[in-house]
């Protein structure tokens, strides 16, 4: 991967501004490829109460993540 901006991270074509890719089907193909490198969900710590979350990486992906949105996912739980 690489970040010039305006180039789409999976197939080089130019893209808008701010984004990362140029198309849905690129989208899809880009979370794929962060999911399998990174895994589907990530371990997030909320700081104000200690407590760990398993968060999908496609919502990070999507939506961003703020600490006050950790309490709408579920605890971490060690297997």
Known sequence: MHSDPGICW????????????????CHEKLVHRLEHEFGVYKKVVNLETGKAH?????????????????????EWREN
């Open 10 to 25: 999976i197939c080089g074509a130019p893209c808008s501004p701010g984004r990362s890719t140029c198309s849905d089907e």
């Open 54 to 74: 398993r968060v999908p990486i496609r919502d990070i992906i999507e939506k961003g993540l703020r600490q006050r949105d950790l309490k709408n996912y579920p």
